[in-house]
């Protein structure tokens, strides 16, 4: 197998080629996108646009006006863009990609002084083949100089129990409503830069891969938080001012898909190392409906005689997201949960998928089906966990937990 040194050798040259144009002028732009990335916009340009036969498309796919064009060249704002990927999808150049992280994560991953975590999100399975189990993900990563693989749907759990607590303690009336998800960060920029009139029916919890991170990082101080998922939108969440605590890189499946094939490891090969934590709440997150779902269920649950039921309704995609968020505000609709996703089909249809996302959700559903237990409320290592980070009162964990909660009226989106 490839060392980690050579690979980050190798990857330096192949970038330094490219960063030479036909005429021999060397361009610093792609280095310095490799070796800075966290500088520059979760999307970012390259190439020569001039000759773009739909010049101006990508600024106006944007939703967020995160897209100029200064002095001929295209300018992608990292403040303003979300991550959500129109834009590449509209590029029929392929001039617009991905800001990879993978250069410092090697970086840090030569470090054998790092405690270096990869935290998986819940729309992992099947993405690496159907042969590689969560436990033969998990020893691939350790092969390659991680610590340990810790399953964002864990942590999924947690939030479902967050959300659910929070509806039975506010939906009390007939009018009432709640929107999530917390773990769509295109959604939530959606709200809080466009709709911010209804950021207060956005309950206070940070996202399952936030929550990952700075649990991590609670039991282990020194720890480096890898972050590996289907989003680019993931990149600038990990960024943002309140929660730039969290996660130190984000990976996408491709990065890793690559990195394991730079490197040779193949994980369906791998032993097994099984560690089950989630429950079937926690794994559906990664479809569009998984959210609303399992927090319908864990309400009932909690309380099966309450009067006021979860009545959700879901979107997915940027433009159905929208027209849900109009829809409400023109009181178009009775429900009182609201679910947005950015990606059509949720999560498994992210743009750095590997699978189609219709054959995602059917694993996602499997692997659901097939956790030990249905809700949070039965999960016991929900509790264990929460108790090792000081919870014991209920009310406390809804209201009054600075590691799961965040301001989403503050203007740091």
């Known amino acids: 197998m490839k060392t980690l040194q050579e690979l980050y050798r190798e990857i330096l040259k192949q970038e330094q080629k490219k960063g030479r144009d036909l ?46 064009k200064i ?7 990292p403040q303003k863009c979300s991550g959500c990927g129109a834009c590449v999808d509209i590029c029929k150049m392929g001039h617009l990609m991905e800001n990879k992280e993978i250069y410092p994560v090697l970086d840090v991953l030569c470090d054998r002084d790092k405690e270096v975590y990869a935290l998986i999100a819940p729309a992992f399975v099947g993405q690496f083949g159907k042969e590689v189990t969560v436990g033969r993900l998990r020893s691939a990563f350790k092969r390659i100089g991680f610590q340990g693989m810790v399953e964002v749907a864990a942590f999924a759990d947690i939030l479902t129990l967050k959300e659910a607590l929070e509806f039975d303690h506010h939906v009390l009336k007939e009018g009432d409503f709640q929107l999530t998800s917390c773990c769509c960060p295109v959604w939530i920029s959606m709200i809080r830069n466009i709709y911010q009139d209804l950021v207060g029916h956005v309950p206070g919890a940070v996202s399952p891969m936030i929550a990952a991170g700075r649990v991590v990082k609670k039991l282990h101080p020194d720890a480096v ?7 680019m939108a993931k990149k600038k969440e990990a960024r943002e001012k309140d929660i730039g605590d969290a996660i130190d890189y984000v990976l996408t499946f491709q990065e890793i898909l690559d990195f394991f094939e730079a490197v040779n490891l193949k994980p369906k090969k ?7 934590h989630s429950s079937r709440a926690g794994r559906i997150y990664a479809r569009t409906s998984g959210v609303s779902e399992a927090v319908r ?3 009932e649950q909690m309380h099966p005689d309450k009067k006021v039921k979860v009545e959700a309704e879901q979107a997915d995609g940027v ?3 929208k027209e849900l ?14 679910e947005g996703m950015a990606c059509s089909g949720g999560c498994v249809g992210g743009p750095k998928v590997l699978n189609d996302k219709k054959a995602g959700k059917s694993l996602v559903d499997q692997y659901g089906d097939e956790a030990k237990y ?3 409320l039965e999960n016991p290592y929900v509790k264990e966990l929460l108790e090792k980070l000081g919870f014991t009162d209920i009310m406390d964990f809804v209201e009054n937990s600075d590691l799961l909660t965040r301001n989403f009226s503050a203007q740091n989106a």
């Open 23 to 68: 005429s021999g002028e060397y361009d610093a732009h792609p280095i310095d996108c490799l070796l800075h990335p966290k500088d520059y916009a979760p999307v970012i340009h390259t190439g020569d646009c001039s000759s773009c036969e739909e010049d101006g498309a990508c600024r106006d796919g944007c939703i967020f006006d995160a897209i100029e």
């Open 71 to 77: 002095q001929g060249k295209i300018y992608i704002d």
């Open 225 to 231: 938080t890898v972050f590996i998922g289907p989003c």
């Open 270 to 276: 791998m032993q097994e190392d099984i560690r089950e």
């Open 297 to 299: 269920l864990t309400v």
């Open 319 to 321: 433009l159905a997201c």
């Open 325 to 338: 968020i109009e829809k409400i505000k023109k009181g178009e609709t009775k429900a009182n949960f609201f």
């Open 374 to 376: 249905k809700t949070p």
